[in-house]
C-alpha cells in the first residue's frame, strides 16, 4: 500500500482545512487507517485513527471534538476534517495503515506511512 497525503497548508486559527490520503493497491479496504502529526522537536503524536469498515473511530485528546477522520473505500481515500485549528496544531501531518486492527493504531503499531503534509496555524 502506498499512501500520499495532501490538503495542507497555512490556516488562521479558528479556520478549517481537510486532509485526504489517498492510497494505491486493492486491499485499502481491509487496513485501519490513522492519522499522525509530528512538530518541530517533538515526538509523533497520535491524532486519530478508523476501522476498515469506518464504524468505529479514536481521536487523541488533544483533538477530541474538533477533528473528524473518516474514509471512502470506492476512493481508496481516508480524510480528516480539521475545524477550530489552533496554533499548537501546527505539524507534518502523516497519514498510516495497519492490519492489525484499529485499537493498534495509536500505538503506532502501523504497516505503511505516508508522507507527510505541513499544515500551519497562525494566531
Known amino acids: 500500500v502506498q499512501l500520499q497525503a495532501s490538503g495542507g497548508g497555512l490556516v488562521q486559527g479558528g479556520g478549517s482545512l481537510r486532509l485526504s490520503c489517498a492510497a494505491s493497491?486493492?486491499?485499502?479496504?481491509?487496513?485501519?487507517m490513522g492519522w499522525f502529526r509530528q512538530a518541530p522537536g517533538k515526538a509523533r503524536e497520535f491524532v486519530a485513527a478508523?476501522?476498515?469498515?469506518?464504524?468505529?473511530?479514536y481521536y487523541g485528546d488533544s483533538v477530541k471534538g474538533r477533528f473528524t477522520i473518516s474514509r471512502d473505500n470506492a476512493k481508496n481515500t481516508v480524510y480528516l476534517q480539521m475545524n477550530s485549528l489552533k496554533p499548537e496544531d501546527t505539524a507534518v501531518y502523516y497519514c498510516?495503515?495497519?492490519?492489525?486492527?484499529?485499537?493498534?493504531?495509536?500505538?503506532?503499531?502501523?504497516?505503511?506511512w505516508g508522507k507527510g503534509t505541513l499544515v500551519t496555524v497562525s494566531s
Open positions: 493497491g486493492r486491499t485499502f479496504g481491509s487496513y485501519a
Open positions: 498510516a495503515a495497519g492490519s492489525r486492527g484499529v485499537a493498534t493504531i495509536p500505538h503506532l503499531m502501523v504497516d505503511y
Open positions: 478508523i476501522s476498515w469498515s469506518g464504524g468505529t473511530t
